[in-house]
């Protein structure tokens, strides 16, 4: 079981003091056998003058354990650190992947780090190697391997002292594994339990485990359960006795429940039975952090709405009388002598680390370390204003969305949601590690443009249209979260070959069955690659009979990416994309008939605006070498004009591609390919004629296909794909530069393999 009450989450412990680590030993002296009393403590007297300074803790963190010289924290990152009171000097605790980081125990300066082994398909998890470093005397940890023997073996839940606390679930065994000899030797605690589980309260020579249904007070030096305590079950959990928080004192054990929606402190006095329940606040689903001071309870609600009762705050267990500690509090671990250190904030001293102790009979709060971050007190978030509410997304490869809150200090949670296919984008932003804080005094993120597609696991590029959108902001001075909500819209003109309108390309290959295949795309900024997606519509039966298909861009007028095809009759058709404000229906409305006669020609292409009227045209070479151009007009019934000669001599090509503005000079153009494989560029004048050529490069002819896909990698420039007969697919970046319009190729798998093909796919468009 893990919950935010977990000891893998919320260290809470009181009273255990050890003895250091060697490398040739591990021994726990005497004075530690017996619990400070609660009172004026050493720790008290050996308070440094000044706070010490812990701004990696600015952002939020967790406090994993105190020490006699320093306590044991992890910061927001999941970095760990153990840090000296008197200098305030930091140290990392070094851990790997997998690996978890255990203070062991109130007043020790022992850090362990324990290897969590969870292996695919296995029945458990447990703990393999155990590192101890002893934090005051410093030099090498010492290593013990728990997974080496079945006595050993389990999961570290747990330390105290010198004693590493081990479930082994299995089994259903609580471990008590002794490693002050320098050998880890292992005792049994009782004989079978259902579901054990150590929980992170401990006291010299005591600790509180877990047994599904009831806590378990357990005397370590003698392996027994000395006190058994039944747990009310939650009435709204399908797990009724999920495991919570548990607190251990010299006199008192305690834990934390549910019950008529409220949240409960059940508390007893050692070695008595009777459990006395007393309401702690509002069912709002809060959690909490605290602590036992001997007759004391101190916790606050570390979330949740925005009431009084969320102050960390100490009661008095014999009177219910209450102090005020602090004004709001993210986690707490107990401290040497019976203190405890609470991460937290106050109006007057701001945020870190406080010493909370018992001074002539009353809990005292007093800040040991200081964050270093502004006096944000317990001022509450305030929502200002600023969302977006329009986004294009043209040429760019990140859009800014951002939003203004009364401060920057504080994590964004951002979601977006289309609103016709429900795709999503999520990221959380902590502007204290990135990105994330704006000079202009908001909070966003820079997106790239893409949300988690509806089809797959993927990611896509994001769909044009209307978004919801859903932004909390969570400051860090721990008061509550203010979410707000509302609309936006991403704004995209229309592409040659985006027949899904989200901006990015779209080609489609033909099966040796007649099956029409889209191949979706995206850019992949980490690899700087153009990616196929994996997924696309297939099925589209009856393609075979046609000889040529071409992707032409919107020449219909719906806003859309249309496809042209003729058939081996030479008629004509026009496959007309789905309307822009039909997103998310993939296809082709039924076809058009264009006209007959097209088999006159040898080579087609479109795509490229050639008179400058903002509509994609179709050019066409006859067999006598004559270049036509057929300007489109915005009408599905008649989607072209007729005809104009624009050129002669074209006979030598054996390949005409519409690239787009590759140039850079505002008009469309076009490549061609001779027939020793070189490519040749014509610039467009704007007036449906070209310029004289341009020679780009030799060995195009190692290509069957060369398509002009508009802009890949979202630079505002139109790119070029290129594909081999034996399926090996290139990418070329545009420069806009007509001198040397391409990058060199990068590889794409794009068009390489596609899915539901039967057989062999021919021309890709």
Do not use: C
Request: charged fraction near 20%; aromatic fraction near 8%; charge should be negative.
């Amino acid at each position: 079981m893990r919950t935010a009450f977990s000891h893998r989450r919320l260290t809470i412990s009181v009273g255990v003091v050890l003895a250091a680590v060697t490398a040739a030993s591990l021994t726990v002296p005497a004075a530690s056998a017996a619990p400070a009393a609660v009172g004026v403590t050493p720790a008290a007297a050996a308070r440094t003058a000044a706070p010490v300074s812990v701004p990696f803790l600015a952002s939020g963190g967790k406090l994993l354990g105190a020490g006699t010289t320093g306590f044991l924290s992890e910061d927001a990152g999941g970095t760990a650190r153990w840090t000296r009171y008197a200098d305030g000097v930091s140290k990392v605790v070094a851990k790997g992947e997998g690996d978890e980081v255990f203070g062991s125990g109130a007043g020790s300066d022992l850090v362990v780090v324990g290897h969590v082994v969870a292996e695919a398909g296995a029945d458990e998890i447990y703990t393999s190697t155990v590192k101890v470093y002893d934090m005051a005397k410093g030099g090498e940890p010492v290593t013990f391997d728990l997974s080496a023997s079945p006595e050993t073996h389990g999961s570290l839940d747990a330390v105290a002292g010198s004693t590493l606390l081990v479930a082994d679930r299995r089994w259903g065994k609580l471990k008590l594994v002794d490693i002050a000899g320098g050998k880890p030797t292992a005792r049994k605690v009782g004989d079978q339990y259902y579901s054990p589980e150590w929980m992170p309260g401990t006291l010299p020579g005591t600790a509180v485990a877990r047994n599904y249904d009831e806590d378990l007070v357990v005397d370590l030096a003698g392996a027994r359960v000395e006190g058994r305590y039944a747990l009310a079950p939650d009435p709204r959990s399908p797990k009724p006795y999920v495991a919570r928080a548990s607190f251990l004192s010299s006199t008192h054990v305690a834990w934390t429940e549910r019950t008529d929606d409220k949240l409960v402190l059940a508390t007893a006095v050692r070695g008595q039975q009777e459990v006395v329940r007393t309401p702690l606040g509002p069912d709002d689903g809060a959690v909490i952090t605290g602590g036992l001071l001997g007759d004391w309870f101190a916790w606050g609600a570390t979330e949740g709405n925005a009431t009084p009762w969320h102050a960390f705050s100490a009661r008095s267990l014999k009177d219910g009388s209450t102090v005020r500690l602090l004004d709001h509090a993210t986690h707490a671990t107990a401290g040497p002598d019976g203190t405890l250190l609470v991460l937290g904030v106050t109006a007057a001293d701001g945020a870190g680390v406080y010493r909370v102790s018992v001074v002539d009979g009353k809990p005292a709060a007093e800040l040991v370390a200081r964050t270093g971050e502004p006096n944000d007190g317990a001022k509450p978030l305030a929502y200002v204003g600023g969302a977006p509410d329009a986004v294009s997304l043209d040429g760019v490869p990140k859009a800014r969305l951002s939003w203004k809150f009364s401060t920057t200090r504080a994590d964004l949670t951002v979601e977006l949601t289309h609103k016709l296919t429900q795709e999503k984008f999520r990221t959380v932003v902590r502007p204290a590690s990135g990105p994330g804080a704006y000079p202009d005094g908001s909070l966003g993120v820079d997106w790239a443009g893409e949300v988690d597609s509806a089809f797959s696991w993927g990611t896509k590029a994001a769909p044009n249209g209307a978004y919801e959108w859903k932004v909390t902001a969570r400051p860090w001075n721990g008061m509550p979260s203010v979410t707000t909500t509302g609309t936006l819209t991403v704004n995209r003109a229309p592409k040659t070959h985006d027949v899904d309108h989200n901006g990015a390309p779209d080609l489609f290959a033909r099966d040796e069955a007649g099956r029409l295949h889209e191949i979706g795309t995206r850019w992949d900024d980490a690899t700087g690659r153009l990616v196929p997606l994996s997924y696309g519509f297939s099925g589209l039966n009856g393609w075979n009979v046609y000889d040529r298909i071409e992707s032409v861009g919107d020449v219909a007028g719906a806003n859309s990416a249309d496809l042209v095809a003729r058939d081996k009759d030479g008629v004509l058709w026009l496959h007309r994309g789905r309307a822009a404000d039909k997103p998310g229906q993939t296809g082709f409305d039924p076809r058009v008939r264009i006209g007959g006669g097209w088999n006159t020609y040898a080579e087609l292409t479109g795509g490229s605006d050639l008179n400058g009227d903002g509509r994609p045209d179709l050019v066409a070479v006859d067999k006598a070498g004559d270049l036509y151009s057929y300007a489109s007009t915005g009408d599905t019934a008649a989607p072209f004009a007729p005809r104009r000669k624009v050129g002669h001599g074209w006979g030598i090509y054996h390949q005409i591609t519409a690239a787009g503005n590759i140039g850079g000079a505002g008009a469309g153009d076009l490549v061609a390919r001779d027939k020793d494989g070189v490519l040749w560029l014509y610039l467009g004048k704007g007036d449906g004629t070209f310029a004289a050529r341009t020679r780009i490069g030799g060995g195009w002819n190692a290509y069957a296909d060369v398509v002009g896909i508009d802009d890949g990698d979202k630079d505002g420039r139109p790119d070029l794909y290129a594909r081999t007969a034996d399926g090996a697919a290139y990418f070329y970046a545009g420069t806009g530069d007509y001198k040397a319009p391409f990058r060199a190729r990068a590889t794409t798998e794009a068009g390489v393999a596609v899915g539901g093909s039967q057989g062999p796919v021919g021309q890709v468009s």
